[in-house]
Structure formats: C-alpha cells, structure tokens
Nanobody, 118 residues
C-alpha cells in the first residue's frame, strides 16, 4: 500500500512563502508522476503542479511564475515551493502520486491547510 505524508502548511501573510513536502512510502512505480492539487472551500479540487520522474513539469496558469514543483526520486519525495502567495491560494493542498501499468494507480495524501491572510 502507498502512503503519502504531507507537511509544511500553515498561516502566511500575503506576499509570503511556504514550502510543502510530501514523502511517499510503499510500492511506488519508478516512472510515476507526483504532484499537488488544492481545494478551496466551496470549490472543486484543482491541479496545482505535477512533475514526472524525468522532471517534466506542468503548472496551473494561476501559479505559473510563483510556484515551483520539484522531486527527489531517491527519497520518493515531492516539494512545492510557493512564493508571492495571495489570499486566493488559501486551500487544502493534497499530494498525489499516480502511474499507469496496465491499470491506473492513483494515491492521495491527507491534505495540509495553507492559509494566506493578514
């Protein structure tokens, strides 16, 4: 079974920065895609950023230029550096890992709250 444990959320003022981490354990396919999604109150969960095992990245338009996703394959860990945060970034952030080998495997973390407020 795969487990994802997130850390690094919290309260930050507008314009501030936070770094989220997500450590994955269990049987994870080497060529997995890891990433971050978020869900604000009353809204659907949305993609924030993903990164493949080859470090190809994809970002939501709303975070391009402000957020950076990275990963350490040896540690099965994915990071999200968030800069220039705004109140619109307030949400629960979820870590995700997925891969397809015959079937699709998709795992989620428990979520970490990020609140941007003065």
């Amino acid at each position: 079974q795969v487990q994802l444990v997130e850390s690094g959320g919290g309260l930050v003022q507008p314009g501030g920065s936070l770094r989220l981490s997500c450590a994955a354990s269990g049987r994870i396919f080497n060529f997995s895609t890891m990433g971050w999604y978020r869900q604000a109150p009353g809204k659907q969960r949305e993609l924030v950023a993903t990164i493949t095992s080859g470090r190809l990245t994809h970002y939501a338009d709303s975070v391009k230029g402000r957020f950076t996703v990275s990963r350490d394959n040896a540690k099965n860990t994915v990071y999200l550096q968030m800069n220039s945060l705004t109140p619109e970034d307030t949400a629960v952030y979820y870590c995700n890992v997925q891969w397809t080998v015959i079937a699709t495997y998709n795992y989620w973390g428990q979520g970490t709250q990020v609140t941007v407020s003065s």
